[in-house]
């Protein structure tokens, strides 16, 4: 796979643990921002509440997501609360090629993995203001059983502990505030490697590189 500083579209990753908000969070960036697009991965978890194929996932079966692991077709792939998810490659490569800037909500396994091949991925860790807020959340999202919600809580103090790995954190209190730091973040990187990129292109024009 190309290196991140040859697509022209830049690459986000957002993890966070269950109910801490990243969803909403992602969801509220895209409503504000029309140049930054979602990947939607594969899983092999069940669908739940309104989620739609090919929307909020692909759902698909073990023996699916085993062929796409062995024919290496995800970007990054990792089992979480007891389901496997991935991001395939070609859909990334194809839109950060067009200038996209692609939007990852993964986990932390995942984000690390990405940093990895993308070294220029920004990883954005989303944290909530407390546990109690976290349960409550999960409680009042009302979406999972009270088994799923307490492997989610069990699971989110180890996610947590990898939240100094990432290059931002952002606590999910009040969601207009919480919006407003990814916002800046996302304004922040394309003015970066927007301007290193128009730097390359006239030291280049210079040196008459191509
Ligand atoms: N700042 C906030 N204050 C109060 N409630 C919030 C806030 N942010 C998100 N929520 C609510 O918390 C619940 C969990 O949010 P969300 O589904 O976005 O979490 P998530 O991190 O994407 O979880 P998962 O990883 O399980 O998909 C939702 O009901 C959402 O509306
Ligand atoms: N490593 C990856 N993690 C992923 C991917 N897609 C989602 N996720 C993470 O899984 C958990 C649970 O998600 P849920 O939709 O079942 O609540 C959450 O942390 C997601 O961010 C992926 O492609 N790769």
Redesign the pocket.
Known sequence: MTKAMDYPGNLFVVA?P????????VKALMELDKRVSPSVSHTTRAPRGQEVHGREYYFVSHETFDQMVTQNAFLEWASVHGNRYGTSKTAIEQRMSQGVDVVL?IDFQGAIQVKRIFPNAVLVF?LPPSWEELRS??E??NEDSAETIEL?LQNAAQEMAHAREFDFVII????ER?LFDLKAIVHAQRLRYGAQRIARADTFGALNIH
């Open positions: 966070a269950s109910g801490a908000g990243k969803s909403s969070l909500e989303i959340r999960l009042r999202r989610r999910n209190e009040l969601f919480a």
